[in-house]
């Protein structure tokens, strides 16, 4: 089975561009979590859905920061205009609605680069 | 909120010996699950093992196998016959659901290094 699948992954931009991440979940799967991880900060989950819905998006940093899950089998993660300390690696991960116990599953990544 | 700390930033084991990655938290929660993920150089985050706070007896995956100790709110995983491949960054993660959100927290991480 594919797992998440993520693009582009690698992308390296300059500052004020807008930056499209892309997600795609392991197909069954009902929630879909977006994370950044930095030296500094480690993991942090930016923002989660359920069923295409966000449930929880205290994590976005601002708003330049945006998500969007238009179907059950794509979501992306916007940044709108980039700044140089947005550069990290940005993970999607998906998991079953079978339960908490479920893990979730994470794709390879996006490793953002602005100049 | 709940945190996650792993206390040792680095180690360092040789190929065929048994080491433990030591992890602990604190929440007020009674029902969580507890999650250790790997994450080699290649940067994909790999579950490793898990564990149900509701559970007493600690899980085991092959040469993973975990010390749950709710009491004192540790989890500790155990590697037996260290490998090259275990060679990578580990993360402790605990999760629970409070409010109608989940959340699945990580700690710092932990560089392992298998030598040969």
């Known amino acids: 089975d594919a797992g998440v699948i993520q693009s582009p992954r690698h992308e390296v931009t300059e500052m004020g561009q807008e930056v499209t991440l892309r997600c795609k979940p392991i197909s069954g799967h009902d929630y879909l979590f977006w994370y950044r991880q930095t030296m500094m900060r480690g993991l942090e989950l930016l923002i989660y859905f359920n069923n295409n819905v966000p449930i929880d998006d205290s994590g976005m940093p601002e708003d330049r920061f945006s998500a969007k899950m238009p179907n059950a089998s794509f979501s992306t993660l916007k940044i709108q205009p980039s700044e140089p300390r947005d550069s990290a690696v940005y993970f999607c991960?998906?998991?079953?609605?079978?339960?908490?116990?479920?893990?979730?599953?994470f794709g390879d990544g996006t490793r953002l680069s602005i100049l | 909120a709940q945190t996650v700390t792993q206390s040792q930033p680095e180690m360092s084991v040789q190929e065929a010996e048994t080491v433990t990655l030591s992890c602990t938290y604190d929440t007020s929660e009674s029902n969580y699950y507890l999650f250790w993920y790997k994450q080699p150089p290649s940067r994909q985050m790999i579950l490793v093992i898990r564990q149900e706070a509701y559970k007493q007896q600690n899980a085991t995956e092959n040469r993973f196998s975990v010390n749950f100790q709710k009491a004192a709110k540790s989890f500790s995983l155990k590697i037996s016959d260290s490998q090259l491949g275990d060679t990578a960054m580990y993360f402790c993660?605990?999760?629970?659901?409070?409010?109608?959100?989940?959340?699945?927290?990580f700690g710092k991480g932990m560089k392992l290094t298998v030598n040969p």
């Open positions: 993660a605990f999760m629970s659901f409070q409010g109608g959100s989940e959340k699945l927290v």
């Open positions: 991960a998906s998991r079953s609605r079978a339960g908490l116990n479920q893990p979730q599953h």
